[in-house]
């Protein structure tokens, strides 16, 4: 017994002297998992943007360019049974909602040129919006396609058209409650 806790005692001192790490910033982390500075395809959301919506995309925006939603806090897309977000990557590109009620349209919300936007679905109410639709914003529109099936998360590719036919296409999931 006395030859066992002589090298726990060791093992305990050597662990209680041990100096606190010092505390790493969000900087310093980034840099050491290789991610300083570094941007993906997608435009990181910025938390200084607003979180209502307005009716038009701002003026130069290129609106085929999504960008990360961030805060939607003050979007409101009307009354909803359920909806679907769409996801690249990690991050949430368009969430959308509607009603069960297939003669009426679903909203959805995106960001472009730094300004979320609230855009119209074709009719057909929730199910369109989980089997894939159209939104119609100012200018432009978003086509979402997800593979077929009722899982809740699905693979789906996004079409976004402006009114000069320029195209921008996105892969992710299209995740539906």
């Known amino acids: 017994m006395r030859r ?3 090298p726990l005692a060791v093992l ?4 209680c002297s041990s100096e606190p790490a010092e505390q790493e910033d969000a900087d310093g982390f980034a840099d050491r998992i290789g ?22 995309p701002p003026a130069g925006a290129d609106l085929t360019a999504l960008q990360q939603l961030g805060d939607i806090g003050g979007v ?7 909806g679907c977000t769409l996801m690249v990557g990690s991050e949430e590109m368009l969430i959308a909602a ?7 349209p679903g909203k959805a919300v995106v960001r472009l040129g730094g300004s979320l936007i609230v855009v ?3 009719m057909g109410g929730l199910d369109a919006i989980r089997t894939g639709t159209t939104f119609n914003g100012e200018g432009f529109a978003i086509t979402v396609t997800p593979a077929a099936g009722e899982q809740q998360s699905r ?8 009114a000069a036919g320029k195209t921008q296409s996105y892969s992710g999931n299209w995740i539906c409650a």
């Open 12 to 15: 305990a001192l050597a662990a």
């Open 35 to 56: 991610q300083g500075g570094e941007t993906s395809e997608v435009a990181k959301a910025d938390p200084d943007a607003p979180n209502t919506a307005v009716p038009v």
């Open 120 to 122: 119209d679905a074709d």
């Open 76 to 82: 409101d897309l009307g009354p909803r049974d359920g």
């Open 98 to 104: 509607g009603m069960r009620d297939k003669a009426l």
């Open 4 to 6: 066992l806790f002589l």
């Open 155 to 162: 693979p789906a590719n996004v079409t976004v058209r402006d």
